[in-house]
Structure formats: structure tokens, C-alpha cells
T-cell receptor
Framework: QKEVEQNSGPLSVPEGAIASLNCTYS??????FFWYRQYSGKSPELIMF????GDKEDGRFTAQLNKASQYVSLLIRDSQPSDSATYLC???????????????FGTGTQLKVEL | DTAVSQTPKYLVTQMGNDKSIKCEQN?????MYWYKQDSKKFLKIMFS???????INETVPNRFSPKSPDKAHLNLHINSLELGDSAVYFC??????????????FGQGTRLTVV
């Protein structure tokens, strides 16, 4: 079983719709969860992180976490063509003695927002 | 500009050669990482250093040797390059705040092509 799983997509949504991206993880000890956006040929950039159960909203983005179900999602409201990218779910699977974190990434979901 | 910068951006080389990728961050972070992103966009951690000390060493061939002369620099040297080493290599850094909510900032990536 992969540590972090995402549907690779592509997920196609019309402009203005809500895009829903899902992620499951296997390590019950995971404490924090991140969504990164990666445009083609570019580096990943952080959109949001969440570490408490429930919802966290930031502008058009809402992250949802359910630790009991080992599930984290990202909702993008009013989707725009500029949101078309690959969305990477990352899980902090270890807080290491001596500092540092181990971010384990999913394979990403490609989102296409169509006009 | 404050950032994670890595050089070179592109690297094309023949099998069997030895090459290095350099990374520097001026964010004052304690932790630096090397990630490998393959053709399927899977981003996998290779190494992590915290204050110049190796923290994470994933299952990576020993042809790959990281070096951290100080906490702002983490270089990656690869010996005897193989075709399968072709990928995009990302350097990243983070500052551990002790709560697992640390985001990783990524460099622009080095696209390595072995021919």
C-alpha cells in the first residue's frame, strides 16, 4: 500500500465550479498535511497545510482533514483556468529527533479547469 | 531575493559520468532536502540534513552522495550516472517549528538527462 494515495486524474471541471481533490494516507501517526500546487515544468509551491480535524479555509481554498478516516481533501471554489496544475498531497510522516520533517508526497492529481 | 536556488537548471550528460548539483538557501532554515521527481511526477525524498547533519537517508544508491558544508548549502554528487537517474531533482528547505507544521520551500529544480 502506498503511503500517500491520490487519484492521478486528470480531473476536469468547468470554470467557476468547485474542484474536489482527495488524498488518503496510511500512517496513523501522521500529524500534519500539506497541499502543494505544481505547474508543468515548475517547482511545487505550498497552498495550505492543516493539522487539526475539520476544515481550514484560505480564500477560494478549503482543506479538510479526517484523521479517523485517514483522509484529507482540498476544495477549490470558483475554479479558474489558472488553477490548472498538478496538486500534490504531502504528509508529515515523521517529526524527527534532531529536527527536520519527512514529507511524503502522493503522486499528484492533475486538475484541468475548462472554459 | 530570498529563496532556495539550485544550479544548474538543466544538465545533460553521458552514462558513466560524475556530476554535481548545488543548492543554497538564504531563508535561514535549519533543514534541507533533496527530492527526486520521476517522469510520472512522483516526488520522493532522498536525503534530509538538519544543521549539517544527515537525518534522512532513504534507499538511494550509494552513487548518490550529499554534502552539506554549512546549513545554507546542500550539494548532491552523483557518480557513474545511469539512464535511470534521469529525473528532476529538487532541493528544498524548511524551518522546524516543533509542531510538524513546517512547510518546505522548493528550488526551481534541476532536470538531469543521462544519455
Amino acid at each position: 500500500q502506498k503511503e500517500v494515495e491520490q487519484n492521478s486524474g486528470p480531473l476536469s471541471v468547468p470554470e467557476g465550479a468547485i474542484a474536489s481533490l482527495n488524498c488518503t494516507y496510511s500512517d496513523r501517526g501522521s500529524q500534519s498535511f500539506f497541499w502543494y500546487r505544481q505547474y508543468s515544468g515548475k517547482s511545487p509551491e505550498l497552498i495550505m497545510f492543516i493539522y487539526s480535524n475539520g476544515d481550514k479555509e484560505d480564500g477560494r481554498f478549503t482543506a479538510q482533514l479526517n484523521k479517523a478516516s485517514q483522509y484529507v481533501s482540498l476544495l477549490i471554489r470558483d475554479s479558474q483556468p489558472s488553477d490548472s496544475a498538478t496538486y500534490l498531497c504531502a504528509v508529515n510522516s515523521a517529526i524527527l529527533t534532531g529536527g527536520g520533517n519527512k514529507l511524503t508526497f502522493g503522486t499528484g492529481t492533475q486538475l484541468k479547469v475548462e472554459l | 531575493d530570498t529563496a532556495v536556488s539550485q544550479t544548474p537548471k538543466y544538465l545533460v550528460t553521458q552514462m558513466g559520468n560524475d556530476k554535481s548539483i548545488k543548492c543554497e538557501q538564504n531563508l535561514g532554515h535549519d533543514t534541507m532536502y533533496w527530492y527526486k521527481q520521476d517522469s510520472k511526477k512522483f516526488l520522493k525524498i532522498m536525503f534530509s540534513y538538519n544543521n549539517k547533519e544527515l537525518i534522512i537517508n532513504e534507499t538511494v544508491p550509494n552513487r548518490f552522495s550529499p554534502k552539506s558544508p554549512d546549513k545554507a548549502h546542500l550539494n548532491l554528487h552523483i557518480n557513474s550516472l545511469e539512464l535511470g537517474d534521469s529525473a528532476v531533482y529538487f532541493c528544498a528547505s524548511s524551518q522546524d517549528r516543533g509542531q510538524g507544521d513546517t512547510e518546505a520551500f522548493f528550488g526551481q529544480g534541476t532536470r538531469l538527462t543521462v544519455v
